[in-house]
């Protein structure tokens, strides 16, 4: 399974975006579909999963009430909606597909499989 990640930009602070993680050379529903994001000179970070069933999502405090992970198996991609953007959310945000089934396993890097190669939002004050 091969993921794209876009939708990235810049957007000034109470804006929104929406970034989508788009899935080839397989089917997308049965992984679970998780974002991460890396600011400069920080670690990558957790910031909300769906799990493969398509049912449950997770979120990170940081980002809970403001960002919402939904999925269209149909086109084999999962999305990231963000709104009320604040200028710490700038990073790289990937998306990474795991096939683990445990709901709270998705908030850790090491359960995914395959990974994208980021797509870059920057929030300005």
């Known amino acids: 399974v091969q993921l794209q990640a876009s939708g990235g930009g810049l957007v000034q602070a109470g804006g929104s975006l929406r970034l989508s993680c788009a899935a080839s050379?397989?089917?997308?529903?049965?992984?679970?579909v998780g974002w991460f994001r890396q600011a400069p000179g920080k670690e990558r970070e957790f910031v909300g999963a769906?799990?493969?069933?398509?049912?449950?999502?997770i979120y990170a405090d940081s980002v809970k009430g403001r960002f919402t992970i939904y999925r269209d198996n149909a086109k084999n991609t999962v999305y990231l909606q963000t709104n009320n953007l604040r200028p710490e959310d700038t990073a790289v945000y990937y998306c990474?597909?795991?096939?683990?089934?445990?709901?709270?396993?998705?908030?850790?890097?090491?359960?995914?499989?395959?990974w994208g190669q980021g797509t870059l939002v920057t929030v300005s004050s």
């Open positions: 990474a597909a795991s096939s683990s089934i445990i709901y709270s396993s998705l908030q850790i890097p090491s359960q995914y499989t395959y």
């Open positions: 050379g397989g089917p997308f529903r049965g992984y679970g």
């Open positions: 769906i799990h493969r069933s398509g049912g449950s999502t």
